[in-house]
């Protein structure tokens, strides 16, 4: 189905753009800040979570539930964070990230690439926000996922380069890194997954080049809302041959 999304002005959406780096002198600090100042000047009405500055609880436990557990005895998680959603009971901080995900069409999720994935604070952002019955309640997944009238898009830098992430590279084709943050997360909770910005290298590369990369993503974010979503099936991650230009480097489509 032909999502509405790129019939929708910029002026009045909105966009939550979850952040995790330490550094604000950081690539990702300043890829983080061009998203900003690209998506104000749409007029879009845009939310920074800098999870290291809010020291966000990355952990999953019981202090995620306020009052009495469901049950006592035996402590699962994933039960309890769902009852304690439809009674309210989930914490503070958990609430306001929910709520910020509600109101927003798109969310941007700007990281470092660690260990084949996100950031550790960032994955515990994923374990308690996106409790079942928020985003997801089987068989309320994938298309069917209760974020499914939302846009998301991975916008990360990596350490290898390009040809490191390629078929033949030591790291393999980039799109198997992206299957499980991109299908497994994401597309499970719904979310219409645009194609990822990927920087690589920017420690290895040239200013000049990297001065490219955020050129690349101010301008791509000046379209941003007529973007088609990938079709978000096994074929896009693991076909043979790529013909299509559907994933964002910041020198190209391929
Ligand atoms: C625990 C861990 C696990 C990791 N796992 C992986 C992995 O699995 N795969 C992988 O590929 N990599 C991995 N890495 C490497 C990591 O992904 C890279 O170090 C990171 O992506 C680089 O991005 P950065 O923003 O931190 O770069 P930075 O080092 O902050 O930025 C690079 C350069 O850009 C400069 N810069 C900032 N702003 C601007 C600007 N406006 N204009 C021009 N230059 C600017 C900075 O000053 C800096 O010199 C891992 C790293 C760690 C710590």
């Known amino acids: 189905m032909t999502p509405c999304f790129q019939k929708m002005a910029a002026p009045g959406r909105k966009v939550l753009i979850v952040y995790a780096h330490q550094e604000p002198k950081s690539l990702n600090g300043s890829l983080k800040n061009i998203a900003v100042e690209e998506l104000s000047k749409q007029s879009c009405s845009v939310t920074v979570s800098d999870l290291y500055s809010m020291e966000f609880e990355p952990r999953a436990t019981r202090n995620d539930i306020v009052g009495c557990l469901h049950n006592s005895e035996q402590f699962n998680y994933g039960a309890e964070s769902w009852e304690a959603y439809r009674k309210g009971c989930l914490t503070k901080d958990i609430v306001e990230e929910q709520k910020k995900v509600h109101e927003a069409d798109l969310v941007?999720?700007?990281?470092?690439?660690?260990?084949?994935?996100?950031?550790a604070i960032m994955k515990g952002w994923m374990d308690r926000v996106l409790t079942q019955g928020f985003a997801h309640n089987f068989p309320d997944c994938f298309d069917a996922?209760?974020?499914?009238?939302?846009l998301a898009l991975l916008?990360?830098?990596?350490?290898?380069?390009?040809e490191?992430?390629?078929?033949?590279?030591?790291?393999?084709?980039i799109h198997y890194v992206l299957w499980p943050m991109q299908h497994g997360i994401l597309h499970f909770c719904g979310f219409k997954v645009l194609a990822p910005q990927i920087c690589f290298s920017p420690e290895y590369e040239t200013e000049e080049k990297r001065k490219?990369?955020?050129?690349?993503?101010?301008?791509?974010?000046?379209?941003?809302?007529?973007?088609?979503?990938?079709?978000?099936?096994?074929?896009?991650?693991?076909r043979e041959k790529r013909t299509e230009s559907n994933t964002c480097t910041h020198a190209a489509l391929w």
Do not use: H
Not at 145 to 150: D, R, S
Not at 155 to 162: K, Q, Y
Not at 216 to 224: D, F, P, S
């Open 212 to 238: 490219e990369m955020l050129t690349t993503w101010a301008q791509r974010l000046k379209t941003i809302w007529e973007e088609k979503p990938i079709n978000c099936t096994p074929e896009w991650y693991f």
């Open 108 to 119: 941007i999720f700007q990281f470092p690439l660690y260990w084949f994935s996100v950031p």
């Open 155 to 162: 916008s990360f830098t990596t350490g290898g380069n390009e």
């Open 164 to 173: 490191m992430y390629s078929k033949g590279g030591i790291s393999g084709d």
């Open 145 to 150: 996922g209760l974020l499914n009238n939302k």
